[in-house]
């Protein structure tokens, strides 16, 4: 069993920067893919990035990259997701999520994960 907990999320204008930050238990944590998803109201989740259990392979939706990086430090047990060059467009509930079974070819898709965070909020607004 994994429990993941976010943070970092807030309030920040058109341009700004944030860093969330998803803690996990459990000690299997480094053999795990993770992800970062978000959801809009009204919208469905939708992918943000992911990450391999390693920490060699990366990928992001379009939307986002060259503006998020995603990162992890097993040895800590924590993933981060760096967002700079916000937009209004970003706005959304934030959530990490954990893939026990490691397989990369679903990392888009939350169905593949087991287990998820509470999420973290995050508002870009000026």
């Known amino acids: 069993q994994v429990q993941l907990v976010e943070s970092g999320g807030g309030m920040v204008q058109p341009g700004g920067s944030l860093r969330l930050s998803c803690a996990a238990s459990g000690r299997t944590f480094s053999s795990y893919n993770l992800g970062w998803f978000r959801q809009a109201p009204g919208k469905e989740r939708e992918f943000v990035a992911a990450?391999?259990?390693?920490?060699?392979?990366?990928d992001y939706a379009n939307s986002v990259k060259g503006r998020f990086t995603i990162s992890r430090d097993n040895a800590k047990n924590l993933v981060f997701l760096q967002m700079n060059s916000l937009k209004p467009e970003d706005t959304a509930v934030y959530y990490c999520?954990?893939?026990?079974?490691?397989?990369?070819?679903?990392?888009?898709?939350?169905?593949?994960?087991?287990?998820w965070g509470q999420g973290t909020q995050v508002t870009v607004s000026s």
């Open positions: 990450i391999s259990w390693g920490g060699v392979s990366t």
């Open positions: 999520a954990a893939d026990r079974r490691g397989s990369w070819l679903g990392r888009a898709n939350p169905n593949e994960y087991d287990y």
